[in-house]
Nanobody, 124 residues
């Protein structure tokens, strides 16, 4: 198993930037592909970004392409999500997740382990 703890959320004005971190403990971090999802009030949880075990492959939802960057440091057991050019529509709780599956990383059902989430609020 792996335990995940997110940090780095906060209140930001539109156009600003935040970097979210997700620290993992437990089993070997590099055994997991990692994803970020978000959930806004009254909406379903949606895919944001995912990264492969080594970090060589990354995937993004259209909403974040060109603005968000996912990365990982396997030596530090941490995955990051850099959020740039933030918009009020980015307001949500952001969750990191881990999976041993090799595909369909844009689906929350593929992920077995989840953090508790970190709130990102973007004001206009």
């Amino acid at each position: 198993q792996v335990q995940l703890v997110e940090s780095g959320g906060g209140l930001m004005q539109a156009g600003g930037s935040l970097r979210l971190s997700c620290a993992a403990s437990g089993r070997t971090f590099s055994s997991y592909a990692m994803g970020w999802f978000r959930q806004a009030p009254g909406k379903e949880r949606e895919f944001v970004a995912a990264i492969s075990w080594s970090g060589s492959r990354t995937y993004y939802a259209d909403s974040g392409k060109g603005r968000f960057t996912i990365s990982r440091d396997n030596a530090k057991n941490t995955v990051y999500l850099q959020l740039n050019s933030l918009k009020p529509d980015d307001t949500a709780v952001y969750y990191c997740a881990a999976t041993e599956y090799g595909s369909n990383w844009n689906s929350a059902t593929q992920f077995d382990y989840w953090g508790q989430g970190t709130q990102v609020t973007v004001s206009s």
